[in-house]
């Protein structure tokens, strides 16, 4: 069982910057593929990013490509997203869900993961 804590989420200007973590419990995270997803109110949970386990291979969203960017360190059973010029409709709750022994990548709809966190709100004020 692989438990996962976000964490760096918060309340900015449009246009400023914020980094999420997500902070696994197992070391089995480290060869797990993790992505992030968005839920905003009314709306689906939606996929943003995901990242293989050894960190090779990134994959975006259209909409955050250029501005957001995945990153791992399994030293530290960690995954992060840098959001950068961040906009009002990034406004959303943040999960980071992680999944192992896929063949393939990436993996971008939510029932292709095995666990999940708690989730962070990101708020970008217009």
């Known amino acids: 069982q692989v438990q996962l804590v976000e964490s760096g989420g918060g309340l900015v200007p449009a246009g400023g910057s914020l980094r999420l973590s997500c902070t696994a419990s197992?070391?089995?995270?480290?060869?797990?593929?993790t992505g992030w997803f968005r839920q905003a109110p009314g709306k689906e949970r939606e996929f943003v990013a995901a990242?293989?386990?050894?960190?090779?291979?990134?994959y975006y969203t259209d909409s955050v490509k250029g501005r957001f960017t995945i990153s791992r360190d399994n030293a530290k059973n960690t995954v992060y997203l840098q959001m950068n010029s961040l906009k009002p409709e990034d406004t959303a709750v943040y999960y980071c869900?992680?999944?192992?022994?896929?063949?393939?990548?990436?993996?971008?709809?939510?029932?292709?993961?095995?666990?999940w966190g708690q989730g962070t709100q990101v708020t970008a004020s217009p």
């Open positions: 869900a992680a999944v192992r022994g896929l063949g393939y990548f990436p993996p971008i709809e939510a029932n292709e993961y095995s666990y």
């Open positions: 197992a070391r089995t995270f480290s060869s797990s593929t």
């Open positions: 990242i293989t386990w050894s960190g090779g291979n990134t």
